[in-house]
């Protein structure tokens, strides 16, 4: 899918342990500027975040597969591509998107490792340790603790701004997700995987938090080089920001520079 004029759609995809919910104030902000968002959960992960802390059975056992199909059927049955945008696992799922021919242009934001991405951070290994240390959370869901979500998500804030988030966003996330990202090179077909080599996908940007626990600058940073086609493929940092940088003070600033790179670029190819 080409863009011949400037996409007016943005599908946003949320990351582990949070679902469409988090993406309310970018849509917001995107639909003052005419745009038409959306910003659909993981299947099964509809509705209000109480109602899944309550019941998981729906996505107990959800895996990339079955999450990349259920975006790749919503962005093929649009009438012109659109701005593919995601967040954490969302913006590994970006990638595979835009690899598979769809998508004007996509922005990754602190994305999760992709196949062949070998070295991860101690701050990352941290961050997944509460879902990894028990092969019994392969199938089923599991939340974070409040403490577990500040280390991962909310650094740069405290106690309380951090609490305030948790109650507000965090759901439990299926653990076959971070399994399958976790063994991504040790299985022949993995689901998290790009041709870094594809030089007919539409351009990318790939967006780091300097303070992200979850994946730091240099993952995001790793991502990047691993890219080597001709496809526009680009990096950029913002300093002092953590992995909750869809909510953390200044979002609009990380808001308005994805769409407008985004926008740009889907019309300069």
Avoid: C
Wanted: hydrophobic fraction near 40%; avoid cysteine; aromatic fraction near 8%.
């Amino acid at each position: 899918m080409t863009a011949t004029t400037s996409p007016d759609t943005v599908v946003l995809i949320h990351g582990l342990w949070m679902n469409g919910r988090s993406w309310e104030h970018w849509q917001e902000r995107y639909e003052a500027r005419g745009l038409r968002v959306l910003a659909p959960s993981w299947p099964g992960m509809d509705g209000d975040v109480e109602a899944l802390r309550a019941d998981t059975s729906a996505f107990d056992d959800l895996g990339v597969a079955a999450i990349v199909d259920h975006y790749a059927g919503i962005v093929s049955e649009l009438e012109a591509p659109p701005v593919i945008m995601g967040h954490s696992f969302g913006g590994a799922f970006t990638q595979i998107l835009l690899d598979r021919g769809l998508g004007a242009a996509g922005v990754a934001i602190d994305p999760a490792p992709l196949k062949g991405m070998h070295l991860l951070p101690l701050s990352t290994l941290r961050s997944s340790t509460p879902v990894l240390h028990n092969p019994a959370n392969r199938h089923r869901a599991v939340a974070l603790t409040p403490k577990e979500f500040h280390y991962a998500f909310t650094n740069t804030l405290d106690d309380d701004a951090s609490q305030a988030v948790f109650d507000r966003y965090a759901v439990p996330g299926p653990g076959r997700v971070l399994f399958e990202g976790a063994l991504a090179n040790l299985s022949p077909h993995s689901p998290v995987s790009v041709d870094f080599h594809n030089d007919d996908r539409a351009p990318l940007l790939l967006i780091a938090g300097g303070d992200d626990h979850v994946s730091p600058e240099a993952l995001t940073r790793s991502n990047a080089k691993k890219y080597k086609g001709d496809a526009v493929t680009e990096l950029k940092v913002f300093e002092g920001r953590s992995h909750y940088t869809l909510g953390q003070e200044g979002w609009e600033d990380v808001a308005d520079y994805a769409i407008d790179w985004a926008l740009g670029a889907a019309v300069a190819v």
